[in-house]
């Protein structure tokens, strides 16, 4: 079966800076790489997705992800974050009609 | 549109008892998940169905029962609740692409 990791349960960042939110994953064919961002006391939203195509992701919100095969990673980034953008941050890979979640990383952005 | 439709919002249940908690889409989608959220450990998938007459487990189907008799409607049953169900119940569904979410189920069992 498939499998998600998301290394970091939490990730700091200054208001304005790049961030990065880390996730491999672990599957025996080619996979579909999703990001999801979760509000509280709310249901999951999507942001991007990779199903094949230019390793560069780009989804909602400005947010982005590049999908690396060899290092079976599928990272979140953003140029400059902001405020809003703090919330909690799931990967999930769908495999075989299954799909499965990270534990999740709280994304905190500072002024 | 409605979207993914989840009820009820919020329940409190005595060991033992059972409770069906009721989940609906307007959105011709053909899979389906159930999937449960507990403090700091992420999504974990119960069951999921890929169209009407057909589930399969996920990672933690023990202690729940699923059906899927319309491509709309993908109930989750508890029949005898126990005090580690207690957790918030997510209901997803998607043709593919992205999936959508319910707002979730608040499940309390003391």
């Known amino acids: 079966a498939q499998s998600v990791a998301q290394p970091e349960d939490q990730v700091n960042v200054a208001e304005g800076n790049p961030l990065t939110v880390k996730c491999t994953y672990s599957v025996s064919g080619n996979p579909y790489l999703f990001w999801y961002v979760q509000y509280p006391n709310r249901g999951l939203q999507f942001l991007l997705k990779?199903?094949?195509?230019?390793?560069l992701v780009k989804g909602s919100y400005g947010f982005e992800a590049e999908f690396n095969k060899s290092q079976t990673s599928f990272h979140l980034k953003k140029p400059s974050a902001l405020v809003s953008d703090s919330a909690l941050y799931f990967c999930?890979?769908?495999?075989?009609?299954?799909?499965?979640f990270g534990a999740g990383t709280r994304l905190t952005v500072k002024p | 549109n409605a979207g993914v439709t989840q009820t009820p919002k919020f329940r409190i249940l005595k060991i033992g008892q059972s409770m069906t908690l009721q989940c609906t889409q307007d959105?011709?989608?053909?899979?389906m998940y159930w999937y449960r959220q507990d403090p700091g450990m992420g999504l974990k998938l119960i069951y999921y169905?890929?169209?009407?007459?057909?589930?399969d487990k996920g990672e933690v189907p023990n202690g729940y029962n699923v059906s899927r008799s319309t491509t709309e409607d993908f109930p989750l049953r508890l029949e005898l609740a126990a005090p580690s169900q207690t957790s918030v119940y997510f209901c997803?569904?998607?043709?593919?692409?992205?999936?959508?979410f319910g707002q979730g189920t608040r499940l309390t069992v003391v």
């Open positions: 959105m011709n989608h053909n899979y």
């Open positions: 999930a890979v769908r495999y075989n009609n299954d799909m499965r």
């Open positions: 997803a569904s998607t043709n593919g692409g992205e999936a959508f």
């Open positions: 169905s890929v169209g009407a007459g057909i589930t």
């Open positions: 990779y199903i094949t195509g230019d390793n």
